[in-house]
């Protein structure tokens, strides 16, 4: 049966929409369980109702005419209950309801499973037989499976279809939400990118040349031809049977069946690249459909060589991307790469399958102001280049090819955002001060040289936060201690007097450097930070040596611990800063001091914090990482992405738990994570006694405008409120309330009323 389930899910995945999805579902479930019925009902929420979308047994012309209203029939019954109903004569059941146009009075049996996605029910799975009987434990266990395997695929191909719809000029756009990544709205036309030689992220794109097109991808099959011709050679020690594949190869390239197919769709009107992906995706259903081991192993082979074809057409192709005007940069995952490689003047937006709020593209989208929408499940990459598309990185909802109302009334909500970011400017030279007189620094994260002149000018009071791993990630080798000298000087000396935060080496997790590869099952729990730089003290101390060195005559360095998990880490890490002040002070350089501080971001230390507080300057509180370690939630995982909320209860009673600690000691606390730059959360950090706060360089004058309207008074009435509340999706809207309330809404929705 295992073997049966892959198949049908396979070609589930390659159907071209909803309908064709549904057709395969219903032909192959009735095949593998030798039953006289199959029939897949959908929810429709307009109708209020699950319509017959196909079927294998009864009527065909009932399909998507014959519907049973929500609550009513079997098929309701299983999707209220949200489980099997498994019954030996339907007919006999009091919520049976007979609709004479499906001819489906013969049939007894009766066993319906929910198509549940992310919690909702999508439709019903149905099976009947003639004859009496309950269907046996395995079948129940099967169409289960087949349910649940299966509701991604509906999913996606629902919104596939709805996007194909559009073509046809059907309804009125499509609505896909996702999650809040960055603020801000933008309207725009979708450009699709997508890793190299990756045949399902390929999107759907028409040629105007289409000779030229045939000629790309003749001159991509050449190159293909004669990479594999060269790895032949090259791999001489194989055996005759294993270099026998590279044969295999060659005839397929030479054959018509792949080639000729490819260059038919395009002359079709698909570009290379799709025409491609749907010749290969075509052969690869043919064999892994046969029975043979062998053959359907096969698949592999033909996905491998289109593969190899695709990145060479990516080879071929050295014109630059076209970018639009206003480009909203679409993929399954947005990198910064990706972002990098648009013209500043052209990028409005961003939107990625993956992801969550803090993610990095998430929090790249937010550094560089653009607004964003992370986590879109079931997100129809391939069907959306090249359209019309409005980003609400408030909501996290994305509209696409958007009805003219739509269209006019973002047109006039940017034109409000526009007004409040020349209204926001202003506050540049003002501090964040409240009304009563309570007054927070706010410092800026960056991580690169290029980032100082926008901070500078964005009113910040330093850097709270320096990365100093993207110098790392920048280059195929560790930085010299001159190197790494000349960089910190140059932050520093751009910012002083005001203080800049150094942040030791943070590699591990999400961080990875080419030319030091950390493979782990489980990176964020694994070989990270500062565990990393004390298994490496001849990185460590080099890194430390040119922080201190960069410091002298500066006088304005502030240096920062992370990923500190226990006491005898954060002591081996202070003894080592004090060797390397030691050696430099001996070595006759000219040094102040530094204060040192210890990132919070591993739950262990909130219980330590009066041992931390004793050994440190400074706490900086890591409220990406905190989170995520607090609620168990992956913050880069989109399928727990609504698990996870800094404004969580746990979160808050954590931080107060934290400040206090420190407070007790005289040591000031600072937040640096995402939350810092959040304007809900800055009344709850205000509330709380945060000293300062470290963000975006967008997101400061969000915040700065939210503290010089809310007393400290007012904020710490809110915490006490807050605090009698056990979920955050209730705190979070509570404190929007209030921003709305106190005329600040702007900076939690879209426009400026």
Request: with cysteine.
């Amino acid at each position: 049966m295992l073997t049966v389930l892959r198949k049908i899910i396979q070609e589930v995945n390659l159907a071209h929409d909803l309908e064709q999805a549904l057709a395969i579902i219903v032909t192959r479930v009735k095949d593998a369980m030798g039953v006289d019925v199959c029939s897949a009902y959908l929810a429709n929420d307009t109708q209020q109702a699950y319509v017959l979308m196909a079927t294998d047994g009864l009527n065909p012309s009932a399909v998507g005419k014959v519907s049973l209203k929500f609550g009513q029939g079997l098929v309701s019954l299983v999707a209220e209950r949200a489980e099997a109903v498994n019954l030996d004569n339907a007919l006999v059941h009091p919520r049976f309801h007979f609709i004479a146009e499906t001819g489906e009075q013969e049939f007894h049996s009766f066993l319906g499973v929910p198509i549940i996605h992310h919690r909702k029910v999508l439709g019903v799975l149905v099976v009947q037989h003639i004859e009496v009987r309950r269907f046996e434990e395995d079948e129940t266990a099967f169409l289960m499976t087949m349910g649940s395997q299966l509701a991604g695929a509906i999913a996606h191909a629902e919104v596939s279809g709805g996007i194909v719809g559009l073509n046809r000029g059907t309804g009125q756009g499509v609505i896909l939400d996702g999650l809040p990544g960055s603020p801000g709205a933008a309207l725009g036309t979708a450009l699709v990118v997508y890793p190299q030689a990756d045949l399902d992220a390929v999107p759907e794109r028409t040629v105007t040349d289409v000779e030229e097109e045939v000629q790309v991808f003749l001159d991509a099959v050449s190159l293909a031809r004669s990479d594999i011709r060269a790895l032949q050679e090259r791999l001489t020690s194989l055996s005759e049977e294993n270099r026998a594949l590279f044969d295999a190869y060659l005839q397929l390239l030479s054959s018509a069946s792949i080639v000729d197919q490819v260059v038919t769709r395009i002359r079709g009107g698909s570009w290379a690249s799709g025409a491609l992906r749907d010749t290969i995706n075509e052969h690869i259903k043919v064999f892994e459909s046969m029975d043979d081991p062998y053959l359907a192993a096969r698949a592999e082979d033909v996905r491998d060589l289109g593969r190899r074809i695709l990145m060479c057409l990516q080879k071929t192709r050295v014109a630059p991307l076209p970018y639009p005007d206003k480009t909203i940069l679409v993929g399954e995952e947005i990198t910064a790469s990706m972002l990098a490689e648009v013209p500043p003047e052209k990028l409005v937006g961003v939107i990625s399958a993956r992801g969550t709020t803090s993610s990095h593209v998430a929090i790249l989208a937010r550094a560089m102001a653009i607004p964003g929408v992370v986590g879109v499940k079931d997100l129809p990459v391939t069907r959306l280049d090249g359209r019309e598309v409005i980003v609400d990185g408030y909501s996290g909802r994305i509209y696409v090819s958007p009805s003219e109302n739509v269209r006019n009334e973002y047109k006039r909500l940017v034109r409000e955002e526009q007004t409040l970011s020349a209204d926001l400017a202003e506050l540049r030279d003002l501090p964040a001060e409240t009304p009563d007189g309570w007054r927070i620094p706010l410092y800026v994260n960056t991580g690169l040289v290029s980032d100082l002149t926008p901070s500078q000018q964005s009113g910040a009071e330093g850097i709270g936060l320096y990365r100093t791993e993207f110098p790392f990630m920048l280059r195929d080798r560790f930085p010299s201690e001159d190197e790494q000298c000349r960089v910190y000087r140059q932050v520093m000396q751009a910012f002083a007097p005001r203080p800049v935060v150094l942040r030791t080496l943070d590699i591990g997790g999400d961080k990875s450097l080419p030319y030091f590869p950390i493979q782990e099952e489980n990176p964020f729990l694994g070989w990270r930070g500062i565990r990393v730089t004390l298994d490496h003290p001849e990185i460590f101390m080099v890194q430390l040596r040119a922080m201190l060195r960069a410091s002298s005559g500066q006088n304005n360095l502030r240096l920062l611990l992370p990923m500190i998990s226990s006491i005898g880490e954060l002591d081996a890490a202070l003894a080592l800063v004090e060797r390397a002040y030691s050696e430099l002070l001996e070595e006759g350089v000219a040094l102040t001091r530094p204060q040192i501080g210890s990132m919070i971001e591993v739950p262990s230390l909130i219980y330590q914090i009066d041992s931390v507080a004793k050994r440190v300057d400074f706490v900086s509180v890591g409220t990406n990482d905190l989170t995520q370690y607090l609620l168990a939630v992956d913050r880069n995982n989109s399928n727990v992405a609504s698990l996870y909320d800094s404004l969580s209860p746990a979160v808050i009673r954590a931080l107060q738990l934290i400040v206090d600690g420190a407070h007790r000691h005289g040591r000031p606390v600072s937040v640096c994570g995402e939350m810092a730059g959040s304007p809900v959360a800055a009344v709850v950090l205000l509330a709380l006694g945060v000293d300062s706060l470290s963000m975006s360089v967008s997101s400061l004058p969000r915040v700065k405008w939210v503290l010089r309207n809310i007393s400290r008074q007012k904020a710490i009435a809110l915490l006490e409120e807050v605090m009698k509340m056990e979920d955050a999706v209730q705190i979070r809207e509570y404190l929007r309330d209030v921003l709305v309330t106190a005329g600040l809404g702007s900076l939690v929705r879209a426009g400026s009323k």
